[in-house]
């Protein structure tokens, strides 16, 4: 009981970051192709890969919930076996994508993270004033 409530309340505070995600996984990678590459952690694009194959996941499994609600008998609404239990089964089966989330999703963070402290590649490199040599009077 106690997982299954766990996994509905995962998938209600997943829910509204959800809908931006692909979005967060598009801005990440393309700052991560903007790194420098000694600023780079080696395992950031493997975790964007876990999190984009959770997304795609999520994403089939909630098509796959809206289906089977709609194809539940009209006697079936919240706080009924049949819903309920159709609906715990659609939990169940989304935890092990959240839990990629709430596992590699720091990963957004810190790849935003360095790409603010990375210089800018428009910014040019300051160098040196030119030294100038004083022409003494004689």
Same mark, same amino acid.
């Given at each position: 009981?106690?997982?299954?409530?766990r996994? /509905?309340?995962? +998938?209600?505070?997943?829910?509204?970051?959800?809908?931006? =995600?692909?979005?967060?996984?598009?801005?990440?990678?393309?700052?991560?192709?903007?790194?420098?590459?000694?600023?780079?952690? @080696?395992? !950031?694009?493997?975790?964007?890969?876990?999190?984009?194959? =959770?997304?795609?996941?999520?994403?089939?499994?909630?098509?796959?919930?809206? =289906?089977?609600?709609? /194809? +539940?008998?009209?006697?079936?609404?919240?706080?009924?076996?049949?819903?309920?239990?159709?609906l715990?089964?659609?939990?169940?089966? @989304? !935890?092990?994508?959240?839990?990629?989330?709430?596992?590699?999703? *720091?990963? +957004?963070r810190?790849?935003?993270?360095? /790409?603010?402290?990375?210089?800018?590649?428009?910014?040019? %490199?300051?160098?040196?004033?030119? +030294?100038?040599? %004083?022409?003494?009077? *004689?």
């Amino acid at each position: 009981m106690r997982a299954s409530q766990r996994d /509905a309340d995962t +998938l209600t505070a997943f829910e509204p970051l959800r809908y931006g =995600a692909r979005h967060l996984l598009a801005t990440a990678e393309t700052q991560l192709t903007q790194l420098p590459q000694n600023t780079v952690q @080696s395992r !950031w694009v493997y975790q964007l890969g876990v999190l984009r194959d =959770a997304l795609d996941r999520l994403n089939e499994l909630h098509e796959q919930w809206l =289906a089977t609600r709609d /194809a +539940l008998p009209t006697t079936a609404r919240p706080g009924t076996a049949d819903f309920d239990d159709a609906l715990a089964e659609h939990h169940a089966e @989304s !935890w092990s994508h959240l839990d990629d989330w709430a596992t590699h999703g *720091k990963t +957004l963070r810190e790849i935003n993270s360095a /790409a603010r402290k990375a210089r800018s590649p428009l910014a040019p %490199i300051p160098l040196p004033a030119p +030294l100038r040599r %004083i022409a003494t009077r *004689k």
